[in-house]
């Protein structure tokens, strides 16, 4: 009866040992784990447990990759549009008729804030008023898709008139020193001397032809409230407001304040498409690179 009793303590401490045994299998093996448990465990030479191994982590770790890289290209292409549509934009210069201020071939930034009508912000942003002399970008009155850039001469109330080339704001004319190019071998009636009477030029728009004849008052234009009479300062080389009219107010973009980039244009006719530009760009650039304009103030 004792030694029945007794004899169940040996099977019970070799049961112990096999649960324990079958329990380390169940840990050193993957496919005994547990379903859907975040890690296993592997075995060292010693018999001992000496790692633990994420499981389906790189998967969830790419997905992350994925998301954070949308989101950060999410992000910069907001950023991208609230500062080209608010603050600055880039342009550039495709004519002459800004030279020697501007060069074709220029690629500025405009500061789009500047003259920007902010409301009830006039007391906390630094907006400033157009005035007499400033270089301004515009979206053309006659076709606003197109971007143009010129000097004010008139703000509204100025009275204009040009006599034999010589600029004349309010009875007083406009120092030749802001005009870098304006000597033609050739004297046109219609440019030179404006507003020019009967006198016409097939670049001028018809229907600036017919209100400029209205609001001409001894020889002199007089700029109407909210618009702006700008020039070229290459002013034998510009279609201006000569030629098509004012500037309403809201048609101005900005003041450009940079000149981040310039390069000479090809002048061969081969090189009229935008990938044939390019390429002779990309291998004409140290030579055709304007580096002395570089990052240079606009005034």
Partial sequence: MNEHMQSPEIPAVEASESSETAAFVALADPKTSVPGG??????????GVISKSPTRVPRRRNAEDWMS??????STVVL??????????AFQIPSQSMEKTLLIGDYLLVD???????????????????GRDDIIVFRYPVQPTQHFVKRVIGIPGDRIHLYRGKVFVNGKSIDDATFAIHKSQQFDSYRDNFPAGNYISPEVNSRWWLEMHN???QGEIVVPPDKYFVMGDNRDESLDSRYWGFVPRENI???PFLIYWSVRRPESAST?????RLLYTLVHLPEDARWDRTFHLVR
């Fill in 38 to 47: 975040p890690e296993t465990a592997t075995e060292s030479s010693s018999g």
């Fill in 69 to 74: 890289g949308i989101q950060w290209l999410s």
């Fill in 80 to 89: 991208a549009v609230f500062v080209i549509t608010f603050l600055a934009q």
């Fill in 112 to 130: 789009k804030v500047h003259y920007a009508e902010g409301g009830i912000w006039n007391s906390l942003l630094p907006y400033s008023q157009i």
């Fill in 215 to 217: 609001i001409v008052h």
């Fill in 253 to 255: 973009i900005g003041r």
């Fill in 272 to 276: 009229d498409g935008k990938l044939e």
